[in-house]
């Protein structure tokens, strides 16, 4: 499975609470998506967990040169 | 001077030097007509009142804040310029301004209506943000309360969302072009959300966001963009165009992103969920199981078993008991024919006391009379006699026989 985005974890995390809360699903398919959804917030929580700022600075230098020209 | 003869290049040149000498730095005021945005990025357009016009350029370099359109009344600074392969002058701006009270106001209000009317405001282009941006790119000025401000709200929201800053100056001749670049450049750098903005300001300071530059910028991205110029008063161009409008740099942050806590306590919320989902749907099972054991159905099971052994039991004993006496009527059968054939043997008889009879060395059987006979042998079991016949008596039964004779 390609690496989900911060969003689409979220996302599938909601589906799958709403699916158990419904609760018509074989018992084994549930404890899947249970496992499913006890793994997604674990990973969530760790990216939540990130204290330190990441700041990519892009600079314009060659725009400048050009518009001086 | 006054009969001297001059080439036409000679007194171009003399005319070029006087004019250029005495028009330096002047500023005049007309209406724009004939209004040409070259391709090469320069502007050509005349300026005119009642009684005369005048040509005049605006180079590309020429920053105006405001898009000139004729019939505007304008004024034009700069100097005038002779050209002399076509013997005509023009006047070369160096800037251009609207005219009138609130001049700028005048231009904003022009632009906006453009812009309006082409429908770059409509709500069907606003793209949605996205609610969980991990990557979001900020444009303003490296210097200043505005940067500050949204890295501050970012860090304490959502520390771990990355941010890709591109500087650019927000006021001044080059901020629109700068801004605008640095709106195209970002826009493919990847980003969920970029927010631009500046801090407050005079409507001059605020300029460049008021520009069709930016404008068009804005317009092009396919990435959402949040825009935050100024305070909670003031309205920019760039403020129609972005998708959300922030009040301040630091809204525009607060919208960009969640906060973390928020986010937190879902997840936590969730993982409560997902237990109770999960026990209620295996405590739910047990007391199916639990209910079906109660089932008249299922508590019947051992009953019905033992029914069966119990009739199974019966079966085997009736099986046995007709066995045994199928054994016991062969037997039986055995015993009554081994007596009959002993019967059924000639001298069998005679142990019972019967005897046999014999007349003339032959046995007179039960079809022979003895009428013609004057005697018999009568053999026992172990003894003969030999008897003569007085008198033979006929009947149809034995009974009749042993009726005594009178």
Redesign the interface.
């Known amino acids: 499975m390609a690496k989900q985005s911060f969003e689409q974890k979220l996302r599938r995390l909601e589906e799958i609470v709403e699916i158990l809360d419904r609760g018509d699903q074989t018992l084994d398919s549930m404890i899947k998506l249970y496992e499913e959804g006890m793994k997604l917030i674990a990973e969530s929580r760790k990216t939540l967990g990130k204290a330190e700022q990441r700041i990519t600075v892009i600079r314009a230098a060659q725009e400048s040169a050009a518009a001086d020209a | 001077m006054e009969n001297q003869v001059l080439s036409v290049s000679e007194l171009t040149r003399r005319v070029k030097r006087t004019l250029e000498e005495h028009y330096n730095g002047l500023s005049v005021t007309g209406e724009i007509s004939n209004f040409k945005h070259h391709s090469s990025g320069h502007r050509y357009f005349t300026l005119k009142d009642a009684g005369a016009q005048i040509s005049c350029v605006l180079w590309k370099s020429r920053v105006v804040r405001f898009s000139p359109t004729d019939g505007m009344q304008v004024l034009a600074s700069g100097r005038l310029t002779v050209w002399p392969p076509r013997g005509n002058y023009q006047l070369e701006c160096s800037s251009l301004r609207p005219l009138g009270k609130g001049d700028l106001q005048l231009a904003f209000e022009a632009l906006k209506q453009k812009l309006h009317a082409a429908g770059l405001f409509d709500a069907e282009h606003k793209k949605a943000l ?5 990557r979001v790119g900020v444009i303003t000025s490296e210097t200043g309360a505005a940067v500050r401000d949204i ?1 501050t709200t ?2 304490r929201r959502m ?10 100056p927000v006021q001044g001749a ?1 901020a629109a ?2 801004i605008a ?2 709106i195209s ?2 826009d493919s ?1 990847g980003c969920d959300l970029m927010i631009i903005g500046r801090g407050g300001g005079s409507i001059e300071d605020l300029w460049a966001f008021n520009t069709e530059e930016v404008a068009q910028a804005l317009f092009a991205a396919r990435t959402p963009v949040i825009s935050a110029v100024g305070h909670e008063v003031d309205y920019t161009i760039a403020d129609f165009i972005a998708d959300v409008r922030a009040a301040t740099p630091t809204a525009a942050a607060e919208i960009a992103v969640r906060d ?1 806590r928020d ?2 306590a ?2 936590i919320g ?2 409560e ?2 237990h109770t ?2 026990r ?3 405590e ?2 047990r007391d199916q199981l639990e209910h079906l054991e109660q089932h008249p159905g299922l508590r019947r099971l051992p009953e019905y078993i033992s029914q069966t052994e119990m009739t199974l039991d019966r079966w085997q004993d009736q099986l046995n008991n007709a066995a045994d006496r199928t054994l016991r009527r062969s037997g039986e059968q055995l015993a009554a024919l081994t007596a009959h054939s002993q019967s059924l043997h000639p001298l069998g008889p005679l142990r019972r006391g019967f005897a046999l009879l014999r007349s003339g060395g032959d046995l007179v059987d039960s079809t022979m009379t003895l009428r013609n006979c004057s005697d018999v042998e009568i053999l026992r079991q172990n003894e003969r006699a030999l008897v003569g016949i007085q008198h033979v008596q006929t009947a149809d039964t034995m009974a009749d026989l042993t009726n005594e004779p009178e």
């Not at chain 2, 996205?130 to 991990?134: K, Y």
């Not at chain 2, 520390?159 to 650019?168: D, G, L, R, T």
């Open positions: 996205p609610e969980f941006p991990e890295l970012l860090q520390p771990m969302c990355e941010i890709v800053m591109h500087p650019a080059e072009q700068a670049a640095a450049r970002l750098a973390r986010i937190d879902f997840l969730a993982r969920q997902l989902s999960i209620h749907c295996v739910r099972r």
